[in-house]
């Protein structure tokens, strides 16, 4: 008779506390299988059996029959997700069992618990560095609803994991808000990844100080949040810190409903944060506010006070390391941010708050508008860049109908609430003014430590009681601009202690008529009843229109409110008009001072250049009564009768000359190509083109000399309509090409 044998055994959780003797063999009862021991290891080693792990894995073809599978030792590897060869079907997976029962919950993707299965056991795959959001389910065709999936996937990513997804578009609304918690991971995709939430709420960060996040290749559709901080709490909430984070390839796009819409909302104390290519457009809420992006704490949780171990923003380049800046962002687009709905002071298309160093560099601001006529009210606080208690550079930027109130607003608050206001750099910005007419200016301020230079202001139209640039506070440098056609009452405004507008150039070319009455073109109104050191030195004026305002007019003005205050260090020096032709009511003076006592004022020096036959009061205090020159401290010189310089015109091409240096060159009247020929290359002399027309205009320099990097006699082509180009000599017969807004291209 046969004899049985019987060997000890046990469940697998009971293998894995027990040590057996050397040489002994126990039988494992959830996986059949045998255990050998050594007297040392617990749970011992388990033998191979026929079929198992050196032979190939078993192959089930979709999550369903994986989820229908027994128990087996072999791993089992799934060929999709919904179906073979859909590339969600991911590595490897296990069978775990011996768990307490709900030890293992079923997140469809790397863990999968059978079909009536009491989470006891489980088919796993261990999430690595990367996962890729398809394995769990994520459907980058629209089809399948992939809210859940996304959420699932983050769930399970650990610290310091990417998301990965393939490009396609996702379907977000069975589960908008999704929350994106934990430091150190990332969502990537190598192409674009188009999350549609449905109208819901997109991704927000964790109510939690959180560090090392990187986003790129999203793009956010339909979402009245779509990148954000958590909206559920209370605004003291939002005084946690988001670090080291960086957006690049991000886009934001199209919602329209109820609520305050925002693009990207990091309202958290923030460091280290950079945004390289990035877009936001089509935003309108219909109730409330618009935002495009906004970063930093608003109200009593904000700070600016530097914390030495702060100290490693990123630099320039992007690159972690520096102390150059907290915040950059970089490449940035904001298109059409609409406010619809209530009267409301938050539509803004960037909005600044509370950094203490920002970086804004190559972005573009277009039509930002707070909207619901008659109720004028409504335009209030609607700005293209809204700039609050910053220190930074804002460069290379161009602005079109971006603020129905401004196109940006610097602001500076109480220390209270958002810190002292830093120093301010707006730098080789250009603004046009097609459709949307701020009621404020261009630029506007309420605190001053800024500087607005080398940059251009087209079409600029103003409201009536509005300024081009509104800076009537201390440390205000405005500086190498060119204002084209402005239609302004007041193209200037400043009155703070040490501020300087020096070296601008006004264009009025022909077809161009301001018709706001009481102009100043420079005015000036002191808030103080001391103040000192105002200068203007080294302006220029170019008319070749009419000047047909409906009351007086003043190239330089002040216009006294109230009691007069007293004023030290006034300059006005080296102011060149060229070309005035008045037509309309009313006088027109080159500098009109409204004092009681000009005489008591300290330190004044005027100097007035006028280029052209001019008959009107040149210098003029109160409404009616003209001063004499000795009035002023300091002197007063006066040129007149000059002859009226070359005529510029580009209807039909034009032949430049050396004296035109500094000119504006439009195409506006053309319609043909229209080639204008510089003049001999003199160091100093320089030349701006604008293409306003749509026909090729060609900048060709004498037959010897050169353009950039063009051969002798070629010509330089602009290609791109409402492009502007700029040329320069510092070499003797050759020309710089300074800067290029559009294409351009070389004569063959």
């Known amino acids: ?66 989820r229908a599978l027994r128990a ?103 589960s908008p808000n ?28 964790a109510e939690e100080d959180q560090r090392g996040w990187h986003l790129e290749g999203l793009e956010v559709v339909n979402s009245r949040i779509g990148i954000g901080r958590d909206v559920s709490g209370s605004p003291a909430t939002g005084n946690s810190l988001k670090e080291d984070f960086t957006f690049k390839r991000i886009r934001i796009r199209d919602y329209s409903g109820p609520g305050i819409a925002k693009g990207i909302e990091l309202e958290n104390r923030v460091r280290n944060i ?77 909005l600044l708050n509370g950094s203490w160093r920002v970086i804004l560099n190559n972005f573009t601001i277009e039509t930002v508008k707070n909207v619901n006529p008659p109720d004028s009210t409504l335009q209030s606080g609607s700005e293209g860049l809204y700039v609050r208690a910053m220190d930074g550079i804002v460069s290379n930027g161009h602005l079109v109908d971006a603020g129905s109130y401004a196109y940006i607003m610097h602001k500076g608050e109480a220390s209270t609430t958002y810190g002292p206001l830093g120093e301010v750099e707006y730098d080789n910005l250009i603004f046009r003014t097609i459709n949307v007419e701020p009621i404020l200016g261009i630029i506007a301020s309420t605190r001053g430590n800024y500087r607005v230079h080398h940059s251009r202001i087209i079409d600029a139209r103003v409201s009536d009681e509005g300024s081009v640039i509104h800076g009537r506070q201390d440390n205000v440098r405005i500086e190498d601009n060119i204002f084209i056609r402005p239609r302004a009452r007041r193209l200037v405004f400043v009155g703070g202690n040490n501020t300087h507008v020096a070296r601008n150039k006004v264009y009025f070319p022909q077809g161009s008529i301001n018709e706001a009455s009481s102009t100043r073109l420079f005015s000036f109104n002191p808030t103080e009843d ?21 009351a007086n007019n003043n190239i330089i003005a002040n216009i006294g409110q109230g009691s007069w205050p007293e004023i030290s260090d006034l300059v006005i020096s080296k102011l060149d008009i060229f070309g005035l032709h008045k037509v309309g009511v009313g006088k027109f003076r080159l500098v009109r001072i409204d004092a009681a006592d000009p005489s008591s004022n300290k330190n004044w020096k005027i100097s007035v250049n006028c280029h052209t036959p001019f008959r009107s ?83 060709s320099p004498r037959s010897t000399e050169s353009i950039g990097a063009g051969e002798p006699g070629k010509y330089l082509q602009m290609d791109a309509d409402n492009s502007v180009l700029k040329v320069r000599c510092r070499i003797q017969g050759k020309w710089t090409l300074e800067s290029a807004t559009g294409a351009t291209s070389y004569e063959a």
Request: charged share 20%; net charge negative.
């Open 1 to 66: 008779m046969a004899g049985e044998l019987k060997l000890r055994r046990g469940t697998t959780q009971q293998h894995e506390v027990f040590t057996g003797a050397e040489a002994e063999v126990t039988v494992d009862t959830d996986t059949n299988s045998l255990v050998v021991h050594d007297g040392n290891t617990p749970g011992g080693n388990r033998a191979l059996m026929n079929g198992d792990s050196d032979a190939p894995p078993r192959t089930v073809a979709t999550i369903a029959e994986l």
């Open 72 to 174: 087996t030792n072999r791993p089992v590897q799934v060929l999709g997700y919904y179906k073979a060869g859909d590339g969600g079907g991911g590595p490897l997976r296990v069978y775990k069992t011996g768990a307490t029962p709900g030890t293992y919950i079923d997140n469809g993707g790397s863990v999968v618990v059978p079909e009536g299965g009491d989470g006891s056991a489980a088919w796993i795959f261990a999430t690595a560095k990367k996962v890729r959001a398809e394995e769990f389910g994520a459907d980058p065709t629209g089809v399948i609803p992939s809210g859940q999936r996304v959420r699932a996937a983050l769930g399970a990513l650990p610290d310091g994991a990417t998301l990965e997804f393939k490009p396609g578009t996702y379907d977000m609304s069975d």
């Open 178 to 205: 999704v929350t994106l918690a934990g430091n150190n991971k990332a969502l990537v995709c190598a192409g674009f990844a188009v999350f549609d939430f449905g109208g819901g709420l997109g991704f927000r960060f």
């Open 274 to 350: 950079l945004l390289d290519d990035v877009s936001v457009q089509n935003i309108q809420s219909t109730t409330s506010a618009a935002l495009g992006i906004s970063v930093g704490l608003k109200g009593d949780n904000a700070t600016r006070t530097p914390d030495p171990e702060e100290e490693h923003a990123h630099g320039e380049d992007g690159t972690v390391g520096s102390a150059e800046s907290a915040v950059i962002l970089n490449n940035i687009r904001i298109r059409n941010i609409i406010a619809a709905g209530a009267a409301t002071s938050e539509n803004h298309g960037i």
């Open 530 to 550: 001391s103040t000192s050191g105002i200068v203007f030195d080294d302006n220029a004026i170019f008319f070749d229109a009419s000047w047909r305002g409906s």
């Open 617 to 699: 009061p040149v210098i003029e205090h109160g409404v009616s009564l003209p001063v004499t020159f000795e009035s002023f401290t300091g002197g007063v010189s006066l040129r007149a009768e000059y002859p009226t310089p070359h005529e510029i015109t580009t209807g039909t091409g034009l032949g430049l000359l050396i004296s035109d240096t500094g000119a504006v060159i439009s195409n506006r009247p053309a319609t043909e190509i229209v080639t204008v020929t510089l003049p001999y290359a003199i160091p100093g002399t320089e030349f701006t083109f604008m293409r306003d027309a749509p026909y090729a205009l060609r900048v």
